[in-house]
């Protein structure tokens, strides 16, 4: 059977004695490659129903092997294939959803019963798919793969490894009669979706003529594997399971059960342009929809106010924030402390008293008077153990383990499934929306509750994923009562940057990182997860940098969202000119960044140093950002293929003080942008390249 939708073709098998399968997916209009055969489209783990052979994987499952198609409807935009298991009762729904125009498709897995007796599920796939290597008219052998590692203040690291060395063992199927269990497999456990590994990967023939990209659309636990069976390697993606998270459900008659959604990008070509081709479908697929232009928000907490905003404080912060060209000015974390302990103390959100003598709504006015809208900062989904909230609210509302309240860095954490949690945070932000005019809310979210929550009698992991459904239809909710409220995604930085939150959300934190020369990798890479307009950037320049360092921080926040921070209230006019400089640039970016796709002139998996390089392809011109870190030599040559053979223009951008110091020279038969910097490192720049 062939579908062919929005920008995809897919290829699938079916016949009355083996299960459904992905043959093939290309863009449309691309007809060939495909597998005579492949793994089964949808594998599923469950009490009474195990693995043959058994290994750690999530392939050969008797469930899988014993689904057969049952029906199909396609639309333009959507098919669903219907597979039935006879012994278990299973009947199982693979969804797909196409774009217009974009080579990726969406999909996901349903489960229902067919009869009286329930089935206990511990992992369902939300798809399996075997064709990446025949459409790439390549074997194992000449595949890499793609993935990344993240951490707190070390986001988004990315490494290139071939599959065989990545853990699919070469060795004799035909000898043992049966093919490898190894695997490479990547788990995000708890409530921190991308805290350890991204839920992003790419599957890339060596030569880069064919690519596979894919993300999780889930903000919670996730797992993914790429393995090989007798039928060639596969790549399965999961959202909670048994094994990993202590997650099961049981289906029964009328109680089925949905797994979270994925995407999967195809491109001919390499790793950039599977990744663009999932930066399309981002864009593409966004619930609630951007304004053209990117407004600049000042936030009064890294490296500056730290958790202690005051009156006092923050009215000179708000007048230079105006100054420079600011949009929005968002208080941060303490805001409502009174006693000086703002982390144990969160969960009424009250404006303190101490802090804001004359009432809060003196530093809010004062924000509205300077042309700019007041923002907050929130951490809706945790109650400090000191807050009196604490014990208002039912032990039902929060996460609990065996009876007893999960506590997680002194603060306990509400479960969305009450609904005396959700009221809570309703009134909390209606209030904060109606009373201070409140127009943007930073939502923050700093602890993980472990495993989950067993309230009502569920598996741990089971609590979890109805928590972490519950908080995206809390976010839906809110922006459908707040339409213009502008709301940004944190965790400790990046810790939960996943597409389930960002699909809604409208821009994210992509670290808590305040030495700036370390964030270079990290801004570089955050493309590779999320849209360049919602990749929110720390530029926090001080009055006490030279200028070379403060445009440098600035720099790192110009080609995606910049997010000002520092003591602009105490710089001289000349460095104030320095951070307007930048505002102004970026306000001139924002329409083409929204249109942008990114690509990496040396590679996204590229060492983090001492030169490091990002762009931003528009539809008419092409962006970089240069940084130059200790050790870096004076020269440099940035390929930039796609503008290969065409006559272009540069011109730096910015720093405009920094012009002398930057030699630019485009070299037009090989594609390279050749760059000379006679100013000592750390320095930036960004270049803008324009076909003549």
């Not at 839920?199 to 690519?211: E, F, H, I, Q, S």
Request: glycine share 10%.
């Amino acid at each position: 059977m062939i579908w062919s939708a929005g920008g995809v073709r897919l290829a699938f098998s079916i016949g009355p004695d083996a299960p459904v399968a992905l043959l093939s997916l290309r863009p449309r209009g691309n007809n060939g490659g495909g597998l005579p055969t492949a793994s089964p489209l949808v594998e599923i783990l469950a009490i009474g129903h195990g693995r043959f052979p058994g290994s750690h994987r999530y392939a050969d499952t008797t469930i899988g092997a014993r689904l057969r198609h049952r029906d199909h409807t396609a639309t333009a935009h959507e098919l669903r294939i219907v597979q039935a298991d006879p012994v278990s009762g299973l009947m199982v729904t693979s969804v797909f959803q196409a774009t217009p125009d974009v080579p990726a498709v969406r999909t996901w897995t349903t489960v229902e019963v067919e009869g009286d007796e329930p089935v206990c599920l511990h992992a369902v796939t939300s798809v399996v798919i075997s064709a990446f290597h025949a459409d790439a008219n390549r074997s194992v052998d000449q595949v890499d793969l793609v993935h990344g590692d993240s951490d707190w203040v070390a986001e988004s690291r990315w490494r290139r490894t071939p599959l065989r060395a990545a853990g699919l063992v070469a060795m004799d199927p035909a000898a043992h009669h049966h093919a490898s269990r190894s695997r490479f497999a990547l788990t995000s456990r708890s409530s921190w979706s991308t805290g350890e590994h991204l839920p992003t990967g790419v599957l890339v023939a060596r030569d880069d003529t064919w690519a596979l990209s894919w993300q999780i659309e889930h903000n919670g636990a996730w797992h993914w594997e790429v393995g090989e069976t007798l039928t060639g390697a596969y790549l399965a993606l999961l959202g909670p399971t048994d094994a990993e998270h202590q997650w099961h459900t049981e289906v029964s008659a009328g109680q089925g059960f949905t797994t979270v959604p994925v995407s999967l990008a195809v491109a001919e070509g390499g790793t950039d342009d599977a990744l663009a081709a999932l930066t399309r479908q981002r864009r593409a697929t966004l619930l609630h929809r951007r304004a053209t232009h990117l407004p600049v928000v000042f936030n009064d907490y890294m490296n500056t106010l730290m958790g202690d905003p005051t009156t006092g404080k923050l009215l000179p912060l708000i007048d230079a924030a105006a100054d420079v060209g600011a949009d929005y000015f968002c208080v941060d974390a303490g805001w409502y402390d009174s006693d000086g302990g703002w982390w144990d103390s969160v969960g009424e959100w009250l404006p303190s008293t101490t802090r804001f003598p004359g009432g809060f709504g003196e530093v809010t006015d004062r924000i509205r008077a300077r042309g700019m809208v007041p923002g907050i900062w929130l951490e809706p989904e945790v109650v400090g153990v000191r807050s009196a909230l604490a014990d208002k609210l039912p032990a039902e509302a929060f996460f609990q383990r065996r009876g007893a309240r999960v506590v997680e860095h002194g603060r306990f954490h509400l479960d969305l499934r009450h609904p005396a949690a959700v009221d809570h945070l309703d009134e909390v932000v209606d209030r904060l929306v109606g009373d201070f005019g409140i127009g943007y809310v930073k939502l923050d979210y700093n602890i993980m509750p472990g495993a989950g929550t067993d309230v009502g009698g569920c598996s741990p992991g089971e609590g979890l994923l109805g928590h972490n459904r519950a908080h995206l239809r809390w976010l839906d909710a809110l922006l459908e009562r707040h339409p213009r409220l502008l709301v940004e995604n944190c965790a400790s930085g990046a810790m939960r940057m996943d597409y389930a939150l960002l699909s809604r959300l409208h821009l994210q934190s992509t670290s808590d990182q305040q030495n700036p020369l370390l964030y270079p990798p990290i801004a570089a890479a955050a493309p590779a997860s999320m849209l360049p307009e919602q990749m929110g950037v720390w530029a926090y320049a001080q009055p006490g940098m030279t200028p070379g360092e403060a445009a440098f921080t600035l720099a790192t926040g110009l080609l995606g969202r910049l997010y000002l921070s520092g003591r602009l209230d105490l710089m001289d006019p000349e460095q104030r000119a320095t951070v307007r400089d930048a505002v102004t640039v970026h306000k001139r970016l924002g329409k083409e960044i929204g249109d942008s796709v990114p690509f990496w002139p040396l590679g996204l998996t590229a060492p983090a140093g001492p030169w490091v390089t990002m762009g931003l392809r528009c539809p008419s011109t092409t962006y970089l950002t240069l940084w130059r870190l200790s050790g870096a030599s004076a020269t440099f040559a940035a390929p930039v293929a796609h503008l290969r053979g065409s006559d272009v223009s540069a011109e730096l951008l910015f720093p405009a003080a920094a012009a002398a110091g930057w030699s630019l020279h485009w070299h037009r038969d090989t594609g390279v942008l050749h760059i000379a910097c006679s100013a000592g490192p750390p320095t930036s720049a960004v270049i803008q390249l324009t076909r003549k």
